[in-house]
């Protein structure tokens, strides 16, 4: 799972990535809320652990522009036993749970799993864009006509399907997908073709292609 982690103290916040990369998380850190912003904006991450008080702008602002998006990511907010205000307006402005600073590590581990838990059971098992359908409990894919996906290829569908109008590199995509897999990176290549080739076949306007910076995205054709 990946993790973004909003946090402008660079000790505290170097201690926490290691932490959480020991417990099996891919970590990505931004320093000020305007950089977790942009980053929420280019990136899916599984959960966003972000402080209040940084600079630039704060966790709240930032939670606020993020939720603004759509973007519905679990959010945790870390906060000073003092910020009971900043708390309530965190929670009020979409954040999903809030830990007093300081903080035990095993309690921060333990509330990132029971929101991305969470997360998961909210999902649909339906998933819907523009004018194609993905059950993804049965793996068929639908738009004029249907389709039955392979594990992988559900699995890299759901995915997109997930984060419209976001770029993945092939490693996020391997990383998703694969995981612990000897393969070789060259095999996502080989599965975004078999999806550009399901989703033509059942006449569907989503086409899966690289951006500008050869990243894949699913957007609509045109």
Known sequence: MKILLVEDEPDLSEVVSAYLEHNGYNVEVAA???????????????AILMDIMMPVMDGI???????????ITPILLLTAKTEVEDR??????????????????????????????RNSDYHSDVLILEDVKFDTKTGTLSSKNSIRLASKEAMMMELFMHNPGKGFARTEIYDH??????????????????????????????????????????HLQG
């Open 61 to 71: 602002e930032a939670l606020g522009e993020i939720r603004k998006s759509g973007n």
């Open 32 to 46: 000020n809320g305007r950089e977790a912003v942009d980053k929420a904006f280019d990136n899916a991450y599984d």
């Open 177 to 218: 997908v694969w995981k612990d897999e000897d393969e070789d990176i060259e095999i996502v290549d080989m599965y975004i073709s078999f999806l550009q080739g399901k989703l033509k076949s059942i006449g569907a306007k989503l086409v899966i292609e690289t951006d500008e910076s050869d990243k894949y995205m699913i």
């Open 88 to 117: 309530i307006r965190g929670l009020d402005a979409g954040a999903d749970d809030y830990l007093t600073k300081p903080f035990a590590m095993g309690e921060l581990l333990a509330r990132v799993r029971s929101m991305t838990r």
